[in-house]
């Protein structure tokens, strides 16, 4: 059997291309979702893994839903925290909900999906804890203060954890995707994502799965050296 890994956010878009690799590369995966039940169907139908239904906004359901998975598969040994959602809007317009519901969702939600995972990790002595922050974390981006705040602080945490597990077996690493064509940047309109694409030095958009394989490699016994580090795969848009 291989290691079991959650991918929050798994069922669809990036989380999905990440699943089916992890699955491809031995993995047992669970892969998390938050309530389109359709989706996280049609994926099972697709690829044979198996779903879990809870919000990581709620730190509740995250500790019952990893006790879930770990009954069903076994411990957990891999961490993908990629769920995430933007209300965008700008700054003089935001209201607080739009701030709370993505803080709550892509920066708490990395708080309440890590903390459960980590004693049995500290425990066995082996964990990777792979973020999906965002270029917009490093950068900022117009319209996103909630969403580029969420994914800057998504870094410091990972920071933060690189030193505490370090000694532990633990690695805790990010990656900063630039655009990438999921259902996220597809709901942008025309206009718009042509304007972003002719930012792109590539000239494109980026593939969910060229996330996935930089999430495969930091999850892999092989990347032991590599902590707290950001994998920043966007194009040539932004350097740090
Ligand atoms: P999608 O909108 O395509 O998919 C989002 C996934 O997250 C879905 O499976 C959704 O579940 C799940 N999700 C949303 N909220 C919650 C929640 N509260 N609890 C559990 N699951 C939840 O997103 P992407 O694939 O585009 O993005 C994935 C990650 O990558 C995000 O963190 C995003 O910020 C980041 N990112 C994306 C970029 C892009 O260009 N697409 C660029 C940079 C970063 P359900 O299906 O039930 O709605």
């Known amino acids: 059997m291989g290691r079991v890994a959650i991918v929050t956010g798994g069922t669809r878009g990036i989380g999905a291309a990440i699943s089916k690799a992890l699955k491809e590369a031995g993995y047992e995966v669970a892969a998390n979702y938050a309530g389109n039940d359709e989706a996280a169907r049609a994926f099972t139908d697709e690829t044979g893994i198996k779903t879990y239904k809870w919000s990581v906004a709620d730190y509740e359901a995250c500790k019952a839903g990893v006790e879930q998975v770990e009954g069903d598969l076994g411990p957990v040994e891999v961490l993908v925290n990629n769920a995430g959602i933007t209300r965008d809007a700008p700054f003089h317009k935001m209201k607080p909900e739009q701030w709370n519901e993505v803080i709550s969702t892509n920066l708490t939600g990395v708080f309440n999906m890590t903390h459960p995972c980590w004693p049995g990790m500290r425990e066995r002595g082996f964990g ?12 900022g981006q117009f319209g996103q203060a909630n969403y580029a ?33 999921t259902d996220m940047v597809m709901a942008v309109p025309e206009k718009v994502r042509e304007s972003i694409i002719s930012q792109i030095p590539v000239g494109r958009l980026g593939e969910p799965e060229e996330i996935a394989r930089c999430v495969v490699f930091l999850a892999s016994d092989e990347a032991g050296f590599i902590n707290g580090s950001t994998i920043t795969a966007n194009g040539g848009q932004f350097f740090v």
């Open 128 to 139: 990777r804890i792979v973020t999906i922050s965002s270029i917009n974390g490093q950068k």
């Open 149 to 181: 705040a969420a994914k800057a602080g998504d870094l410091g945490f990972t920071k933060t954890l690189a030193q505490e597990g370090a000694s532990k077996g633990i690695t805790a690493n990010a990656i900063c995707p630039g655009y990438i064509a």
